[in-house]
């Protein structure tokens, strides 16, 4: 199911890994039984940190870019996949909208479209890409370095469907995060698969609500395999709205970061780790302008936070200086160190999903990031995971150490966790779920 690939971390497999390797027939009977009753998300992709005491996911996205730093190798993956999922959801299926991010203008952006028309049409799929940006007025063609062209066309609206001239889909990818909230042209669709739903954008989700549901999961995965959750699941807390121009919501940001860096430094004494232990605080919708803020003590509380706050606050209200500053929901997540190194830069893997499938993934590097900070930022590059030469996987049983290394399973493993936690999570958001009393 998952591919044997090189790691840029060929260290010693750890105890963690181990009991996963052993455990590999009862996990993968585990996670059939849960999608027997749960439904994956179409397409997802994990964040996930290494830090040899610990793996954890740290971020997930429902609606992934980056497609095209997947290899050449991984392509068939995805391409089973496609099948599969579209398969299940509209057999019949034959022409696929997919609506991108607006103002895709982005050359890496549009590689990414061009990756995922790529995998559709070998799923057998008739593809066009269709834009609700409103600059976006007529036929507009984009060529690639690598001499491809890619094209998107002004979305259509009639009463009941979304097309585009001349081309009637059955489904609709979207590949737009909707942190800008759900646009109105994409509402009130029945006739037609959207794909996801629009309650998996960050106008409805909250990255509190999916730690929530991680840490149950995680917890049942613990008990499966015997070890503790905590080694799999990064601790978090939530903070109300505060508006962060105010001395006061600084306090009380102090005191939720304060406990939980308590709760952390007790699991560290417990488990002997020497580092000092760090939480990391962001918005709890999508990004909202503020930047990931690495916290070690309470007291120090850097300058940056509020600055980071007032940003956000601004860039929520623009156009709108009357109604002041806007209140930020944060979440406070518990630090995740990483080993992971890649040409000497800092590294952390993200592993893609599509539908219950691991299909790929990449290094996300950062030469100029330390090993506590967010990689996610300007200046990052992108190492693909590649195949090794070997297709052995590390054999159960065996001492920690003594097989080949493949930490691309552990990956996937922990990606499958997220992805599952996700997948309830749309389900207790889903706004018209049934209801059975």
Not at 13 to 30: F, G, H, P, T
Not at 52 to 68: H, R, S
Not at 280 to 292: E, F, L, P, R
Not at 377 to 389: D, H, K, M, N
Request: one cysteine or more; hydrophobic letters at 40%; a neutral charge.
């Amino acid at each position: 199911m998952v591919p044997h690939l090189v790691t840029a971390l060929n260290g010693p497999i750890n105890e963690l890994e181990q009991r996963v390797l052993d455990a590999m027939s009862s996990i993968e009977r585990w996670f059939r039984l849960e999608w027997m009753e749960h439904t994956p998300p179409f397409y997802s992709s994990v964040d996930v940190r290494n830090a040899g005491f610990k793996l954890a996911p740290i971020d997930t996205n429902l609606y992934p870019g980056g497609w095209q730093y997947l290899t050449h190798q991984m392509l068939p993956l995805a391409v089973q996949a496609a099948m599969a999922a579209i398969e299940k959801i509209c057999p019949e299926a034959k022409n696929l909208l997919v609506i991108p991010e607006n103002r895709a203008r982005d050359t890496a952006y549009l590689d990414n479209l061009a990756q995922l028309r790529r995998v559709f049409q070998m799923a057998g799929l008739n593809v066009r890409l269709g834009s609700i940006d409103p600059e976006i007025k007529k036929t507009t063609r984009f060529e690639l370095p690598s001499g491809e062209v890619v094209v998107l066309e002004p979305v259509v609206r009639t009463r009941r469907r979304l097309g585009l001239k001349d081309f009637d889909p059955c489904t609709i990818l979207v590949n737009n995060d909707l942190s800008a909230g759900v646009p109105g042209i994409l509402e009130d669709i029945h006739e037609q698969y959207l794909l996801p739903p629009l309650h998996a954008g960050w106008s409805t989700r909250r990255k509190s609500k999916h730690s929530q549901l991680y840490e149950e999961v995680s917890k049942r995965f613990g008990k499966l395999i015997g070890v503790d959750p905590w080694l799999i699941n990064p601790l978090f807390g939530k903070c109300g709205a505060l508006d962060l121009s105010q001395a006061g919501a600084v306090d009380e940001l102090s005191a939720h970061v304060d406990g939980l860096l308590t709760k952390i430094r007790r699991k560290y004494k417990e488990y002997g780790i020497k580092e000092k232990p760090f939480v990391v605080v962001k918005a709890d919708n999508s990004s909202q302008g503020m930047g990931i803020v690495s916290v070690r003590d309470a007291k120090d509380l850097p300058a940056q936070i509020v600055q980071a706050g007032r940003y956000a606050a601004q860039t929520a209200t623009k156009g709108k200086p009357k109604d002041g500053p806007a209140p930020i929901e944060l979440l406070i997540q518990e630090g995740v160190l990483t080993q992971e190194r890649v040409n000497n830069g800092v590294a952390e893997p993200v592993v893609y999903m599509m539908d219950r499938y691991v299909v790929g993934g990449f290094y996300r590097v950062h030469a100029e990031r330390g090993v506590d900070q967010n990689l996610n930022a300007p200046g990052s590059t992108f190492v693909p995971l590649a195949f090794s030469e070997s297709m052995h996987l590390p054999q159960p049983g065996m001492k920690p150490g003594a097989s080949v290394p493949n930490r691309f399973y552990m990956y996937g493993v922990v990606g499958r966790l997220a992805m599952l936690s996700a997948s309830y999570e749309l389900e207790a958001t889903d706004p018209n779920a049934e209801v059975y009393k």
